[in-house]
């Protein structure tokens, strides 16, 4: 029985990877042990060893393949059933040398005829020389065939290997499983014309069956060619890691399915940043750093409960919306590999200085790619804080299947005119980004409101 080298458990609460490349090829003898696929997950780089030693027979997948734990990657040659073959192999060929030397006698009798042959009539002798020749005709006949056929199977062989390196280049370009890719074959279905519906825009086997049965392509932009750069001087390519990967699909995903509506609003933060300064060495003995995205947070959560809509999600398919009682929010840590937003469950119901130790250790984890499954679902609204960076206003993206986006930018001090004369004040830029099919634009500016209000003034905005 041939046997299987299957994806095995990565990591703690890692089923998925991403093939980023095949350390080995076809017909290699491998030891057991030995590295055969380097995989990329949200969190690290690892590679797989071989379960078993032998020679490889077939690699299943591709570079740039998503594979789950417990899928086969590579099959090595069954050495009984090899062995076998040879011996059948072996056999045919002994049986086909003595039917040649059996029709190699024939022949020989046929060329040399005795005396009483020769004493035959001419007639008899043209009746054989023509049914010679008829033979011969037909022997270049099948030779002819036999050329044919051979054209047609090398043509055969060259469409197969055109159409395995079509698949190949394709698996870099969609995000889809090898069982998924497996049915689109099937099918007769094009991955690059389908657009996913699963986990970081992953395409299902729902997704083939829809678009055989009519459903939609991709949008047409996300298919323009790009131009030859090199052209014009030295470029250099550089492949994507996963979490870039990931980070591109979600958020083209986003922009094509939700109606942006943007708000902006400033606040008066000069109390905010007293607050911070008097209370940062108590917070620092806890082992967290207190700061703006810290109290922001706890701001936004109890916002959450007050505007109910930005605590919810749209589902199209069967027109409603889905109101959670629990508040989760995702805070965006910026790290070398690219952006994550890890969440911070239940945010109402810890205090300022709770949020500040779990937004640093979290933060801490991301960096080093420690990030767990856990870590990274269930979040209901996202805030991005660029303050540190810099910048007066963006626009974030909404990170779907929530609704709504808080951006922070950095503070500036501008002269306020407070009872008849202007005092130098910390200014806070802010910008919401909503999805306008469930919250309207006076929902928007009512949320944006408050939260200004609570900055500025929290005990009244608490008590309005």
Do not use: C
């Not at 006698?105 to 008829?134: C, F, G, L």
């Not at 469950?345 to 801490?364: G, P, T, W, Y």
């Amino acid at each position: 029985m041939a046997k299987e080298i299957k994806v095995p458990q990565i990591s703690e609460g890692v089923d998925t990877a991403v093939i980023s490349e095949i350390l080995v090829s076809k017909g290699d003898k491998i030891e057991e042990d030995q590295s055969v696929i380097s995989v990329e997950t949200d969190k690290a780089t690892a590679e797989i060893p071989a379960t078993a030693g032998g020679t490889i027979k077939e690699i299943k997948v591709s570079e740039g393949d998503e594979v789950s734990v417990g899928d086969v990657i590579i099959v090595l040659e069954d050495d009984g059933k090899d062995s076998e073959e040879k011996e059948e192999g072996k056999a045919s060929d002994e049986e086909e040398e003595t039917l040649a030397n059996k029709k190699e006698e024939a022949e020989k009798e046929e060329e040399e005829p005795d005396s009483d042959e020769k004493e035959k009539d001419e007639s008899k002798s043209a009746k054989k020389e023509e049914k010679q020749k008829e033979k011969k005709e037909e022997d270049d006949e099948d030779e002819d065939d036999d050329e044919e056929d051979a054209e047609k199977k090398k043509s055969k062989g060259s469409e197969a290997k055109k159409d395995k390196d079509s698949d190949k280049a394709s698996s870099k370009e969609v995000y889809a499983s090898p069982g998924v890719r497996r049915l689109a074959r099937e099918l007769g279905v094009n991955l690059e014309e389908i657009s996913g519906s699963g986990e970081s825009g992953r395409i299902t086997e729902k997704d083939i069956k829809e678009y055989k049965e009519g459903g939609s392509k991709k949008s047409s932009s996300s298919q323009v060619k790009l131009p030859d750069f090199s052209k014009w001087g030295a470029v250099e390519n550089k492949p994507l890691n996963n979490i870039k990967k990931t980070t591109a699909k979600n958020v083209l995903a986003s922009w094509q399915s939700v109606p942006h509506v943007f708000q902006f609003g400033e606040a008066d933060i000069s109390g905010v940043e007293t607050y911070i300064e008097d209370h940062k060495d108590k917070v620092e003995k806890a082992g967290g750093k207190l700061t703006l995205t810290a109290i922001l947070t706890k701001i936004v959560a109890t916002a959450l409960h007050k505007f109910p809509t930005f605590n919810a999600s749209i589902d199209m398919d069967k027109e409603e919306m889905i109101l959670k009682k629990y508040v989760n929010i995702n805070i965006a840590v910026a790290t070398e590999d690219g952006l994550l937003v890890p969440v911070i469950k239940n945010a109402d119901q810890k205090s300022i200085s709770d949020l500040s130790v779990e937004i640093s250790e979290i933060a801490k984890k991301a960096r080093e790619q420690k990030l767990s499954k856990e870590d990274m679902e269930g979040g209901n609204f996202s805030i991005s804080n660029l303050g540190g960076i810099g910048g007066t206003n963006f626009t974030p993206i909404v990170y779907h299947p929530q609704v709504a986006i808080l951006g922070i930018s950095r503070a500036t001090t501008k002269p306020v005119y407070i009872d008849g004369k202007f005092e130098p004040r910390s200014i806070l830029p802010l910008s919401l980004s909503y999805d306008h099919r469930l919250i309207d634009g006076a929902d928007g500016a009512g949320f944006m409101n408050w939260l200004v209000k609570a900055l500025e003034d929290p005990y009244e905005a608490l008590l309005g």
